[in-house]
């Protein structure tokens, strides 16, 4: 390295540390899904390099409103307590996470007070409740919702130019800033060690198929499943539709949550990494395979398109099948390759560098 050349995980060129305050119902514990993750993440890389940052969070409140159990999600009954955290810390910069309890009563207390925040895109809601409802909730009748929430927002990121595009194409209005994930490389690698395979697949002789996440009709499982492969499939997670899908599926393998160095161990003993759903707006789990050396296979849609790119790391294809045979011939240096276009610290920045001043 060069003695100009700044450390990989290097703060921003001229940087001075900040107050920065993050508003947000994803939270983990007790969730384990991308959001959570990504602000744990981006939170302790802010913390590395000086910031001061505050999380509002679900942990910080007594009382809860309703808990859906399936997802370990958590509605607060905030009480107030949002707008008392905001004044007293004083931020320089608040972002909203999220669109639900808390994060309302931040875009509430904001818009009152005239201080400006900036929103993140993350889910899909309005195809996320068509598609969990069986189509009872139209997508159509959310958008006008969630397109107010962020509007009101000085600048919106979004975690790929596909998912900017369609907010554009919905109405949105506000400033959109790409802002995209993250791979913790320590933590997922190859592991070529026989004694580091999982247990549940050392007597598997033929190619692993792997699919980690929640449990949930959004995610389309049953496609990864019912593809046309001889590959031994394994599913790392939990979900609503976990019961089903064992009773349904009785030759695959479901090994439950898997965390830490647990779930790396799954991911570097995967031959291929499957990433089924359509609605995700990025799949952090795609780059976290890629780090591991499982190539990705997937349908054609915005987020696998944006994280494999033109990097021949994956193959995308209508039926998914298909796309998994092409997955397995795909060499494990390309997938290290485009893994590592994802740090961090490269995330942090981007997400820093679209935060705006509360006076602004």
């Known amino acids: 390295m060069s003695p100009h050349t700044p450390p990989a995980d290097a ?3 001229g940087f001075a540390p900040r107050r920065i305050l993050i508003a947000t119902d994803a939270w983990d514990p007790p969730q384990v ?5 990504t602000y744990a993440e981006t939170i302790a890389q802010l913390r590395a390099w000086g910031d001061t940052v505050e999380a509002i969070h679900p942990r910080l409140f007594p009382g809860k409103w309703w808990t859906i159990k399936a997802d370990n999600v958590e509605l607060v ?13 004083a931020p320089d910069h608040v972002h909203i996470a999220t669109e639900g309890p808390i994060g309302f009563a931040a875009w509430r207390h904001c818009r009152k007070r005239g201080l400006a925040f900036t929103t993140t895109y993350h889910t899909q809601w309005p195809e996320y409740a068509e ?25 919106v990121m979004a975690p790929t130019p596909a998912m900017a595009d369609l907010l554009a194409d919905n109405g949105f ?3 959109v800033r790409l802002w995209a994930r993250g791979v913790d ?3 997922f690698h190859p592991r070529p ?6 247990e549940e697949l050392r ?13 949930a009709s959004e995610k389309s499982i049953e496609a990864f499943l019912e593809a046309d492969s001889d590959a031994q499939r394994c599913v790392v997670g939990e979900g609503p539709l976990l019961s089903t899908l064992r009773r349904k599926f009785p030759r695959a393998l479901f090994v439950g949550l898997k965390r830490g160095e647990a779930l790396a161990r799954f991911y570097a003993a995967a031959d291929l990494f499957v990433f089924p759903s359509r609605t995700d707006t990025f799949g952090r789990v795609m780059i976290e395979a890629l780090a591991s050396g499982a190539p990705v296979a997937a349908f054609p849609v915005d987020a696998p398109r944006f994280v494999l790119g033109d990097s021949g790391a994956g193959a995308m294809h209508e039926d998914l099948g298909r796309a998994m045979a092409q997955a397995l011939t795909i060499e494990k240096d390309l997938c290290l390759k485009r893994a590592a276009c994802f740090t961090i610290a490269d995330a942090t920045r981007q997400f820093r560098a679209g935060l705006v001043d509360v006076e602004a």
Not at 33 to 37: E, H, K, P
Not at 77 to 89: E, K, M, N
Not at 203 to 215: D, E, I, Q, S, T
């Open 131 to 155: 598609r969990r409802s069986q189509g009872l909730v139209s997508a159509r009748w959310l958008y006008p919702l969630v397109r107010a929430f962020h509007n009101a927002a000085a600048q």
């Open 173 to 175: 209005t506000s400033p």
């Open 77 to 89: 009954r905030d009480g107030g307590l949002t707008a008392r955290l905001i004044d007293q810390f």
């Open 33 to 37: 899904n991308g959001v959570a993750l």
């Open 203 to 215: 007597n598997v002789a033929g190619p692993v198929a792997l699919y980690v996440g929640r449990v």
């Open 11 to 13: 703060p921003p060129q």
């Open 185 to 187: 490389q320590s933590l």
């Open 193 to 198: 060690q026989p004694q580091e395979r999982p």
